[in-house]
């Protein structure tokens, strides 16, 4: 009561941000002669010399009372459309980066021109979002005159484009698109491999059209590009039949084996004999070609694979750490004894273990990459929107986006009526009565247009009006284009319109049908212009007239609501359709008993009343009491759906802040030309860590474990070094100088491989790896965060907060793999056999064909699943169409391999004048 006593006094923030926005109207109202008065060219030259004033200095609120009556000149000319103060107002508000409430009518497209004009003067281009494809194009379409006019530029974005006619689209001035078109973009540019490949430009300015609709409803969806974790798992197949032919090292050091396995750290790695074995078996069944080595830069992943394998066979036991049951492998955890049924290996372990039992390998579907819209549209430095339906949502978008919401006044004033709701007992008697009251606007000529929660309910509506012979038309939003036109003529006599409530966003109803689209229609039906034409267009506006006042007289569009929505929001979305400027109209909701909002909140309490009235069956309640009593229902489940939201965007938040990391060191790498400097640094931490693990800081030389350390700096840089013969040859080579030694011996190594390539393609083969590596690792990450993401809130029973303890161990989690990225790219650079240019280049190829041709699915609501085919449509490993898991397919013969310089023998002195032999030089292997 206190609170609307002092609004009545001193008025509401709103009123209060209108008033003082009535004084920048006037500056630009003044300036309507001036700009009337330029000619075209004139007009069109203030862009450049807003841009260059925009350069010296002058800001865009400076600039803005001027270009608003330019844009405002503009569209007259162009739209023969004018803005009336409260558009300017709205755009006002959308350049502020505010929320503009606007009713259905008020012209949002036309609002959205003025801040777009203004913001694209810098030149970083605009981003004008809306819900579906058809109003990207329709908008893009007919305010772009306007933009081509002032000299913008603007393209549009919609699936199905290819890289380079988007990269296009992005570049314009202004681009229009869709939400999940924009959102998608931005996951593929940060899959790039190149700034190249990359589509979008800056986020700098977005205006959210019907933003309720995208930042509330689709918010608690993320998107989600998915695809296969490996394309070749005939591979597995192969692999596992390899394995019965090599043994096991029983003993430590050098005795008789193909591989030795460290229980305690859970590793295999192959010995120097197993290393020959393995290529001479591959070499058998055509894996790799004569003469190859397994670390050729074209087999790591082959490397993989193997590894893999041996894993599977010698670490992995069944009935131990899993089962096979119903022909699949079901994890058991380690600690509990339990199945973990759902739950899958990662690093092609989980494939390999289904070789090994014989079961169905499963090419398995990963998250590469995803975002939800709140993080996506937070990225932009300034965001906006407009819709007719905010105010009720103010609190969320002010706490979730930090978005302010401006209700603006209408043009003219609404008269529409909304009478109060008629409730029922049973669904029955209440779609008895909304047939009742269809058959009456009928009657009376008046348009009806009925809301539905559901496809369902709206099939079932219209099965009952054929029944009644009742002619009407049907909108489930499937068909965006067709959609439109029909919700445009619904305002015609006596028409009846039943849509799914979302149905038909972006399109006016005009009361007594759209002139401007028959107008269209009827013109390219005449051939040619003659004064019959004039006759016909006149007899149209004639007849248009007649209609319109026959509407007019039987009330307007009345609206009917089959139910009431969770969200008022919604609610008062299908009300706007009625209205719009000024217009006369009317609406009501019906209710039963039965429906999901009464029976869950409120149909004990409301069933006594009823019974207590003795109502009859037929009969309803009508009292704006029992209106209000639903109204407080809803708000509790808006309340409620705020606090899912909130809390899933606190989760989310922790993924996003690892997120811009791993992007941002993504785009770091991709604008390098040389990023040498970069895995130098890397190797030397590498090194150190290690290092600190055998010889422990401060301790005494007693305490230094040397062959240790030799064995581990083999396996994790694929090089022997003598470091106990240095100790006993200089008796004062202490920590520091070791470590400084070591280095040295290693960065030398490195140094002759990348001479031996070339550094160009060195630097652009470490680039290629290094991404490659931290995309792969990323992707690891994604499904480790789900899983702990999906059991965390069992740490509640533990009294522990799982919100902190998601927090806690995600810390923990992404600092453990950007360990293991820098342990990675180490080791599989130095340990990756090259022997000449060509090899690198080969598996750079390799590595991009691969990446190009893996099929992708773009996931977020009830979108269908979109896969990205390969050339031709093809996917990999099946036919058009189609995956396969590789088993009935025979292997592809290969090209005669041809070497480039003459074969090394392992007993030969190596080529780089070391005097050593090549298996003890640069035939190393791990």
Known sequence: MIGQFIKKIIGSRNDRLIKRMYRTISKINALGEEMHALTDAELREKTDLFRQRYKDGESLNQLLPEAFAVVREASLRTLDMTHFDVQLIGGIVLHQGKIAEMRTGEGKTLVATLAVYLNALPGRGVHVITVNDYLAHRDAEWMGKLYEFLGLRTGVVTAGLSPEEKRDAYKADVTYGTNNEFGFDYLRDNMAFGIADKMQRDMHFAIVDEVDSILIDEARTPLIISGPIDER????????????????????????????????????????????????????????????SLYDATNIILMHHLNAALRAHALFHRDVDYIVKDGEIVIVDEFTGRTMPGRRWSDGLHQAVEAKEGVTVQQENRTLASITFQNYFRLYEKLSGMTGTADTEAAEFQQIYGLEVVVIPTHMKMIREDFPDLIFLTKQEKFTAIIDDIKDCQKRGQPALVGTASVDTSEYLSGLLKKEGIAHQVLNAKQHASEAQVIAQAGRPGTVTIATNMAGRGTDIVLGGNLQAELAALEASLSEKSPKDADSVGALREDWNQRHQVVLDAGGLHIIGTERHESRRIDNQLRGRSGRQGDVGSSRFYLSLEDDLMRIFASDRMAGIMQKLGMQEGEAIEHPWVTKAIENAQRKVEGRNFDIRKQLLEYDDVANDQRKEIYGLRNELMAEEDISGRIRTIREDVLNNLIDDYIPPESLDEQWDMPGLEEAVYREFGTRQPISRWLEEDNALHEEPLRRRILQEIEREYQAKTELVGFDTMHHFEKAFMLQILDGAWKEHLAAMDYLRQGIYLRSFAQKNPKQEYKREAFHMFQSLLERVKKEVIGALSKVQVQAKEDVEAMAARQHERERVVPMQFLHSDARLQPEMGEEGRLPGGEPGEQSDGRDEKPVPKAPYVRPNPKIGRNHPCPCGSGKKYKQCHGKVT
């Open 233 to 292: 798992s005939d591979l597995y197949l192969k692999m596992n039949r390899l394995l019965p032919q090599l043994s096991r090292q029983e003993t430590e050091d050098d005795g008789p084996g193909d591989y030795s396995v460290d229980e305690k750290t859970r590793q295999v790695h192959l010995t120097e004999d197993g290393h020959m074995n393995v290529e001479s078996l591959m070499e058998q069944v055509g894996l790799i070609g004569a003469g190859e």
